[in-house]
Nanobody
Framework: QVQLVESGGGLVQAGGSLRLSCAASGRTFSTYGMGWFRQAPGKEREFVAGITWSGSNTDYADSVKGRFTISRDNAKNTVHLQMNSLKPEDTAVYYC???????????????????WGQGTQVTVSS
């Protein structure tokens, strides 16, 4: 069982930056692939970024490539999402997710992730 707690959300002006963090419980964090998803009002939850268990591979949604960076610290059981050049369309609730495995391939679909955090709100004003 893995419990995930997100933090770092808030209100920021367009062009600004935020750094989201996800703290995970459990002794086997380093064996989980991790991902960030987001859900805007009235829209489906969508993939934002993912990282394999070792951190060697990452993947991003086209809409955030070049602006967002996912990273992890297995010694601290945390995963981060650095978000730069934020746009109003980035406004959403951001969720951290964990999946068993994910050694070499980043999972990009919701169904591949077993554990989810409660989410943190990110609001970007224009």
């Amino acid at each position: 069982q893995v419990q995930l707690v997100e933090s770092g959300g808030g209100l920021v002006q367009a062009g600004g930056s935020l750094r989201l963090s996800c703290a995970a419980s459990g002794r086997t964090f380093s064996t989980y692939g991790m991902g960030w998803f987001r859900q805007a009002p009235g829209k489906e939850r969508e993939f934002v970024a993912g990282i394999t268990w070792s951190g060697s591979n990452t993947d991003y949604a086209d809409s955030v490539k070049g602006r967002f960076t996912i990273s992890r610290d297995n010694a601290k059981n945390t995963v981060h999402l650095q978000m730069n050049s934020l746009k109003p369309e980035d406004t959403a609730v951001y969720y951290c997710a964990a999946r068993i495995g994910g050694v070499s391939k980043v999972a990009i679909t919701l169904a591949e992730y077993r554990y989810w955090g409660q989410g943190t709100q990110v609001t970007v004003s224009s």
